[in-house]
């Protein structure tokens, strides 16, 4: 009843605040509507206050968001305003990323980037490496991620954009989060809260002290990283933004959790619960999945498996909706078919160039041709000839140079693509391991309560407990994974079996699962057994292979 009543008092002030925010809103639409309608509006000013306009409904409007978004870009192409079509394609392209439309957003992403290049406007050559770089986040790439939040941040730098290139220092600390690299990501964050106080910028400083408090967290430093967490709840102006609050309280329930204060890390996550179920943004799926995790954490702390149990399971649920393995396959996909396309029109180019010279040589040889004397036709006839074999050498190189070049390129993209598989079957792998252990621990617990059942629960409790141990044993997932494994890697085992042929299907299992660089303990989760078994089999298929103590066994796999 407590935590019913707090959130109940917790609504009414984020109701209002949603009011003032709207009001807010409300003015800056009226004025752009105003001057939209007003009759000596140009054609060109109505494209850039669509724009604007798609800009204030993308978060809380999406849908809208995109019509103005799609009035613009048709109005753009109409007058040929090539940088007011860049500008709504990248709106657009955010409407279907707040859609989770990951392979749409990311060709109108790069179309608007094309466009922006060719117009050479760095702030929106920017914008669109910084969209590009979100899109790759939430589809989980963070190499790619990285690649383009880096671009972004060199970019603004150099213009001198102080705001902008702050929250790119976020968004490249936020990568480094994903990979783990703490070190690199407080560095990042707080390079990006120096500048949001520098320039004064509320909203770029609470996400920055949010981001530090995550960190810290991370590294174990609970209390200095809830410092942080009420540092950002404290600034005005972050009231205002209820995801960016709910995603705090999240988090400040995270570190309460490991201080074993559950009542209030219940209280918080009940807290945020209502911010997200009062927004109506596109976004707040994701705010949602942290705080179903957290949520499960806390439940499983407590010991109230069950509960916990069906917060994963509504977690994976939400989790699905916004990114499934075929979506993040489908993006990877697009991004190496766009660098193979641009790596091909640069070897169109330079053969261009360089059957450009080759004509510029051939006119001057014409034209020295002609200014040579009767007495020297025959001579300059066999210099000639002695010309067109040396050019015809030179092509017949250039020819195997640019199939050899051809080859090098697929091999890269082919490399890169096994490279993308691996990573999505290794969290693949991660999750079902994290499954089990949770699942295995439920068991254990319930096996605990066995003997304090009533006579006439026993019968259902045994068969609950029978039914989590019956999918514990079937490990069908797992089962499924290794497929996948080996159906991505057949030349991996194509190799290994040429030299080692009499490998048992669990000893070329246990080579995949090392080879993807899981731990011991991963391995013994993922094929249900124990990791004394785990490291036991790991020595035998060492000393299969003939290995020395001091000899990598991963390494040693990767070679084939």
Request: hydrophobic share 40%; with cysteine.
């Amino acid at each position: 009843m407590l935590l019913r009543n707090y959130a109940i008092k917790l609504f009414l002030p984020v109701f209002i605040l949603g009011l003032s925010l709207a009001s807010f809103s409300q003015n800056t639409t009226d004025s752009l509507f105003t001057l939209l309608n007003s009759s000596g509006t140009s054609a060109q000013e109505r494209v850039s206050y669509l724009n604007s306009l798609s800009n204030i409904y993308l978060r809380d409007s999406t849908s809208q968001a995109m019509i103005y978004a799609n009035e613009a870009y048709i109005l753009s192409l109409q007058q040929k305003n090539k940088l007011g079509e860049a500008r709504s394609l990248l709106n657009l392209a955010e409407g279907y990323l707040y859609n989770d439309n990951y392979d749409q957003a990311l060709q109108y992403a790069f179309n608007a980037l094309d466009i922006s290049k060719t117009e050479k406007s760095n702030p929106d050559i920017a914008s669109c490496y910084t969209l590009l770089g979100w899109i790759f986040y939430d589809t989980e790439n963070a190499e790619f991620a990285m690649q383009y939040h880096r671009l972004a941040a060199e970019l603004l730098e150099q213009t001198g954009d102080r705001k902008k290139f702050g929250v790119s220092c976020n968004a490249l600390g936020l990568v480094h989060y994903v990979k783990q690299q703490y070190d690199s990501a407080l560095f990042y964050f707080q390079k990006a809260l120096t500048i949001a106080r520098q320039e004064k910028n509320s909203s770029g400083e609470a996400a920055a002290l949010n981001n530090i408090g995550i960190c810290k967290s991370s590294l174990g430093r609970y209390q200095e990283a809830i410092d942080y967490f009420n540092q950002a709840l404290a600034i005005k102006e972050f009231s205002r933004q209820f995801l960016m609050q709910a995603e705090t309280l999240n988090q400040l329930a995270d570190s309460y959790i490991r201080l074993k204060n559950y009542p209030e890390a219940e209280t918080l996550l009940v807290s945020a619960r209502a911010l997200i179920d009062s927004s109506s943004s596109n976004s707040r799926k994701e705010k949602l999945l942290d705080n179903l995790y957290i949520f499960s954490l806390l439940y499983q702390a407590q010991g109230r498996y069950t509960e916990a149990f069906l917060r994963l399971q509504e977690h994976n649920s939400v989790r699905e909706q916004i990114l499934s393995s075929s979506k993040s396959n489908a993006i990877a996909a697009m991004k190496l078919k766009r660098e193979t396309q641009e790596k091909e029109e640069q070897i169109k180019i330079l053969a261009a160039q360089k059957e450009l010279r080759s004509f510029q040589r051939n006119a001057l040889a014409v034209g020295l041709l002609l200014l040579i004397t009767i007495g020297l036709l025959l001579f300059n006839r066999i210099k000639h000839k002695r010309q067109k074999e040396k050019e015809l050498a030179e092509m017949k190189q250039a020819l195997i140079k640019q199939e050899l070049d051809n080859t090098v390129l697929e091999k890269e993209a082919l490399a890169n693509k096994l490279n993308y598989k691996n990573a999505e079957l290794k969290n693949s792998a991660l999750y079902i391991s994290q499954r089990n252990e949770l699942i295995r621990e439920f068991v254990k617990e319930l096996e605990g309560w066995q003997s304090e059942m009533q006579k006439d629960n026993q019968g259902r409790f045994l068969r609950l407990l029978n039914k989590f141990q019956h999918s514990l044993d079937l490990n069908k997932e797992a089962q499924e994974l290794n497929q996948a494994i080996e159906e991505t890697n057949k030349d991996f085992f194509y190799n290994l079996l040429q030299q080692f042929p009499d490998l048992t299907e669990n000893e070329k299992r246990l080579c995949a699962q090392i080879r993807l660089n899981l731990s011991i303990k991963d391995i013994a989760s993922l094929n249900n057994i124990s990791i004394k078994s785990a490291e036991m089999a790991r020595y035998r298929l060492r000393k299969h292979f003939g290995l020395n103590h001091e000899d990598n066994l991963n390494e040693f796999l990767r070679k084939f």
